[in-house]
């Protein structure tokens, strides 16, 4: 066997530990996630989103004055330069996760101590941008529908401000918690794609703006971030429940993926997907427009034979549908899934950082290794 041969490739990283952590645990094959050792039932039924960012970033529960403080430096930090608010006018016209991409890299230019990697420093600026986010998003989805940008309240919780930046209406208690819950689920997921390019750029000891530019710009595609917005354009395409069959049927046939289903890691339901779920039946209850619930309860009824094969609903399947039905536009559904994803990212730049090397694979190279340069005239 040549040398060549003997290189073990692993296609897609599938399966390999790139370092260890103390972020996030997943158990695919039971469908088991913990964040900082507590399982996800149990932060999704009783946290919210300020208390898990707390516990990604600080690694323990917090106290309550603990808590407070930490809420009070979210609120702080929420409000964004004017200059960002410029930038975001000129990328108006763009889609939502391309302006939060640009706006949270923008923002280097007005940080003092940007190249400044200390844990602390990097701790602090991920802070900051965890509460920048949804102020960025929703600004710039006003401006691209041609209204101003609404100021953020510090009257209400991370995931309550968003709806109310969006609309400029004090949003329902109980879509703010959903919200909310929605953000707690997707704040963390171990070495996934967007994580894993945050880490890279932390691994050359680039700085957190870099980090989380990187991660939003790899969230963005549909095999990651970008499928709870599928989701609704495939309920969309079915048109109503008694279609969803054959749907799945013809997609299965021709070979193309149902969006919202499947999983690298996974090979039972995802844990998240429950808890969404249950929380768009009951508000496709409360708001009186059962649609969306019934067709994606079709399609994976459709499903089931393959969730038994290990391509189950993720937790992007149902979270397409509280977001319609909560009239969130199409275009905020993935900068959703970031700005829970920003205590994630940074959690995960501290480990780098903390414990530091440069993450550089190998490619094996297949070409040819003998071309004869010819020069241009003899072309
Ligand atoms: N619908 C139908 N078939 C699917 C599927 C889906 N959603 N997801 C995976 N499969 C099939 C694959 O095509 C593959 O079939 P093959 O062995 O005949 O080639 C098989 O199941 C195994 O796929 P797997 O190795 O588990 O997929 P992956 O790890 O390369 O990809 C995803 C994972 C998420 C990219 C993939 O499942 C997908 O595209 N899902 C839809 C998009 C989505 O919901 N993304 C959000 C993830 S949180």
Redesign the pocket.
């Known amino acids: 066997m040549s040398e060549q041969e003997k290189i073990d490739i692993r296609r897609?990283l599938?399966d390999v530990y790139i370092d260890r952590t103390h972020s996030s645990f997943i158990d695919g094959k039971k469908g088991h996630l913990l964040y900082r050792g507590f399982n996800i039932d149990d932060l999704a039924q009783n946290s919210c989103f300020e208390e898990t960012a707390y516990l990604l970033l600080y690694g323990d529960l917090p106290s309550a004055k603990q808590l407070s403080d930490f809420d009070d430096l979210l609120k702080s930090s929420r409000t964004i330069p004017t200059e960002i608010l410029e930038v975001l006018n000129i990328v108006k016209a763009s889609h939502p996760m391309d302006a939060l991409r640009t706006a949270i890299s923008a923002s280097s230019a007005l940080e003092n101590d940007v190249e400044d990697i200390s844990l602390e420093s990097t701790l602090m600026k991920g802070i900051k941008l965890t509460a920048m986010a949804p102020t960025i998003v929703a600004a710039h989805y006003r401006l691209s529908i041609g209204k101003d940008p609404i100021s953020p309240r510090d009257d209400l919780s991370h995931a309550g401000n968003f709806l109310y930046m969006i609309s400029g209406e004090t949003p329902d208690p109980e879509d703010a918690a959903l919200i909310d819950k929605d953000f707690v689920l997707h704040a963390e997921h171990g070495i996934n794609a967007s994580s894993f390019a945050a880490r890279i750029a932390a691994s050359t000891k680039a700085d957190i703006h870099c980090a989380v530019t990187a991660g939003i710009a790899v969230l963005k595609g549909?095999?990651?971030g970008?499928?709870a917005e599928?989701v609704m354009q495939m309920a969309l395409e079915i048109g109503s429940k008694e279609n969803a069959r054959d749907y799945v049927k013809s997609r299965?046939k021709n070979?193309?993926?149902?969006?919202?289903?499947?999983?690298?890691v996974y090979r039972t339901e995802?844990p998240r997907a429950k808890h969404l779920k249950e929380d768009a039946r009951k508000l496709s209850e409360r708001k009186g427009d059962p649609k969306w619930f019934g067709i994606l309860e079709e399609v994976a009824d459709a499903m089931e034979p393959?969730a038994r094969k290990?391509?189950a609903q993720?937790?992007?399947?149902w979270s397409g549908a509280i977001y319609q039905i909560l009239s969130i536009p199409e275009q905020l559904y993935i900068p959703i899934f970031a700005m829970g994803r920003v205590p994630g990212w940074t959690a995960q730049v501290l480990e780098q950082l903390d414990n530091n090397i440069l993450l550089r694979p190998r490619l094996l190279y297949i070409g040819d290794k003998n071309r004869e340069y010819i020069k241009m005239e003899n072309r």
């Open positions: 897609g599938r549909p095999s990651h970008g499928a599928g299965l070979r193309k993926v149902i969006v919202g289903f499947g999983h690298r995802d393959y290990g391509i993720n937790v992007d399947f």
